[in-house]
């Protein structure tokens, strides 16, 4: 058993989403932590697998800890992942169900130093992209935010379990979705609202927004990628995503029985999305200023990787001015 664990959560309509993932994890050939799924919708929990997979069924935890009006938000039980746990847990990598796992060290995340920290993470793309936006920045006074403080996504979290409880991370966020009057996120609002830039920054790398150019995202090798948006690989009917996603998805979802989970790209939505990547490319020969965003940021973390062996250098503050990348 290890003191560090990958941890998933949702409920059964989207099990295969993260069996999917649960089982890119299994295949790594490192392995210096465990693999968890909580499931929101059911008490069903059962011992590691094969694979070692366990599942913990947290239903009535969550309901016991919900306000009423969001006890059916897989979202906002992420926010109980320390307390679900089993308590020989001491780092715990949280991941979304819609996230492409394309490293093969997803281990040397955990050795990333928080600095005292309770939680790593990346900037979100709203942070990256718009953060003089007045929507965006109207949003973050409305939650409470410090202006200098930079808002991350909450799709990838690194957490060390012991300074989230000593910070009480979970009860403040709790009490912050009891009464806050907007969620337009849900865990990320609330997470954001009282976490309030005290985080460390991880890489974009580390959850790599896949809406982004397809060029800077063969140029800087993700290591897990994040299908934001309603738009998933297995429901991509606008064919927002390269096949060879989908098509992975397609076959493990067939050879798990759950077919009915993937939904076939109309053809003319994949030739329209060629069309469409050709004239982007075009006007990409052009200045790009949410690809400028991009690589400047990228810059500032460091492209080269360490070597193996190496640790990585993950340190930057969640507290940064915002305008560090200019």
Known sequence: MFKNVVVLVCD???LPAAQFVASQIAAQQVRTYDLVLVLTDSD????ATAHGI???????????????????????????VARLLPARYTRILYLDCDVWVATPELHRIFDIDLGGRPLAAARDSFEIFSRHDRRFLQHKAAIGMSPAALYFNSGVMLIDRAQWVAERIEERALAYVATAGRLDHQDQTALNAVIDGRWKELSPRWNWAHATRERTTRAFTPHIMHFMGPSKPWDDVRARYPAR???AMRRFFAGAGADGFFRPTPPAARLSRHVYTCLKAL???VHDRREQAIRDLMRQHGRAE???????REVRDGAASMSATG
């Open 12 to 14: 059964q309509a989207y």
């Open 44 to 47: 069903v929990s059962s011992l």
């Open 54 to 80: 366990a599942t913990i069924g947290a239903k009535s935890a969550i309901d016991a800890a919900l306000p009423p009006h969001c006890r059916s938000s897989a979202a906002l039980a992420r926010l109980l």
């Open 245 to 247: 996603y989908g098509e």
């Open 283 to 285: 006007r990409g020969l």
């Open 306 to 312: 360490p070597s193996p062996g190496e640790p990585l």
